[in-house]
């Protein structure tokens, strides 16, 4: 059954540094997400990604952080100078495109194991 | 501000229904209720999705009023397996801003 997988499943950085954490969505799929989870919080959205632009983003996703989909399997998540509270979990999801013409904008999502990010 | 909440925790035993209800009154007009369990450690997993009234497939069903402004999530004949966290998640919208806006979550204890 094809999966969504992320790299590294841990990353530890200084305070200040930039981090890129790394995504493959399942390959057919054309929507793509971020999430983060604080440890013991709720899942929170970040941006959502579709045709090589923002679909939508959260008060969270501020100027530190941008998406990229470099090539046709990578999608990825960069926050340019991490901050204590950036530590969480960080979650990829991708879903296929709807069918039909119901105006909804997302379907089932699948998502991936995980990035645990330590900011010290 | 856009809020969709759901209770803290619920028990339930073996073998019982369980009901879990999600508020979200500010969701955009035309997107799919979705419901998602997570266990720990884990990415959140999909269990059912939804537009307008009732969905069921294989492990649960979906109820959602005309208005939209809530779902209930049924799950019947829980096992002990499926003590987790379970979330909704809706598009909503705040003013011409959307985003996609999980639940507060709800650990649910099965209890043998």
């Known amino acids: 059954e094809p999966e969504v997988t992320q790299t590294p499943s841990h990353q530890v950085t200084q305070m200040g540094q930039e981090v890129i954490l790394r995504c493959v969505p399942i390959?057919?799929?054309?929507?793509f997400y971020w999430y983060r989870q604080i440890l013991g919080q709720k899942v929170e959205f970040l941006v959502s990604?579709?045709?090589?632009?923002?679909?939508?983003k959260s008060e969270i996703f501020d100027d530190q952080f941008s998406v990229e989909r470099p090539d046709g399997s990578n999608f990825t998540l960069k926050i340019r100078s991490t901050k204590l509270e950036d530590s969480a979990m960080y979650f990829c999801?991708?879903?296929?495109?709807?069918?039909?013409?119901?105006?909804?904008?997302?379907?089932?999502?699948?998502f991936g194991p995980g990035t645990r990010l330590t900011v010290l | 501000l856009a809020k969709t909440t759901q209770p803290i925790s619920m028990d339930s035993y073996e073998g019982q229904e369980v009901n879990i209800t999600c508020s979200h009154n500010?969701?955009?007009?035309?997107?799919?209720i979705t419901w998602y369990q997570q266990f720990p450690s884990q990415g959140p997993r999909f269990i059912i999705q939804?537009?307008?009234t009732k969905v069921t497939n294989e492990v649960a069903s979906l109820f959602i009023p005309a208005d939209r402004k809530s779902s209930t999530l049924s799950l019947p004949r829980v096992s002990l397996s499926d003590t987790a966290v379970y979330y909704c998640?809706?598009?909503?919208?705040?003013?011409?801003?959307?985003?996609?806006?999980f639940g507060s979550g709800t650990q649910l204890t099965v209890l043998p």
């Open positions: 999801a991708s879903s296929e495109e709807l069918e039909g013409s119901s105006g909804a904008a997302y379907n089932e999502q699948f």
């Open positions: 390959s057919n799929h054309l929507y």
């Open positions: 990604f579709y045709n090589n632009e923002i679909s939508e």
């Open positions: 500010n969701i955009a007009t035309n997107d799919y």
């Open positions: 939804g537009y307008k």
């Open positions: 998640l809706a598009l909503t919208s705040s003013g011409s801003a959307r985003q996609l806006t």
